[in-house]
């Protein structure tokens, strides 16, 4: 039985994402859950969170965030107009290298890893990105130094999928861009999960049971699939543009064809 780690992100995004992502905790359907912490509301969330008891051992990491319409809560790697984190886009390789200052990187990193550890009064389990900026080349190194210094325990997410996976598209790309992740996360003396899976097109209107099922191909012990469930409420339209997917996920964890799929796989939450 292959012991997998599937991890919720996004949790303190907007009200109804931190609902749902407790209900799926409550109902032992996650063992893990990654938290953001540039939200105002964070902390009244966390406490929700922290108060949840779930049948599995459940893993609460920081979703380390860089991008979208949000404040930093310390400093800004690329400058922008609003004063907000800029999209994701302008990290891109090979212009976003020369655009990220990386001490703002660091400081910044750090800032979310002490409010992480403030709201549950420990280091985060582990530390990921929002939208993968943990793996942009100007990224990685000022990322992990933080981790280093704030959290030596905690592992970082690498997104390689597992070796003879079918990789296309965005998971091509994350593919690519983990290995230097992972090659400066052993220089750092950090762990980092073997193997990776759960991306896909948010916009495709292909079943999730199906696709869910095909992210568990090949996937190892240890192995992570990483979700989106939510309800959608105002805060999150204002915030994000991931909407209406996120609640056909939820229906999906929270029904009975997840543990289904996971028995037909040979798989089970580590």
Known sequence: MRRIVVCADDYALAPGVSRAIRELAAKGRLNAVSVMTIIPSFEQECAALASTSSPVPLAIGLHATLSGPFKPLAALPIKTRSGNFPPISRYLPPLGFLRIDRKAVKAEIAAQIAAFQKAFGRAPDFVDGHQHVQLM?????????????????????????????????KARLLQLLSRGFRKEARRRGLACNPAFSGAYNFSSAEDFGALFARFLDGLPDGGLVMCHPGFVDAELAARDPLTDRRETEYAFFAGDAFPATLARAGASLA
């Open 137 to 169: 080349p100007g990224v990685r190194a000022p990322f992990m130094a933080a981790v280093a210094e704030r959290a030596p325990k905690a592992w970082v997410r690498q997104c390689g999928a597992a070796r003879g996976a079918a990789r296309r598209g």
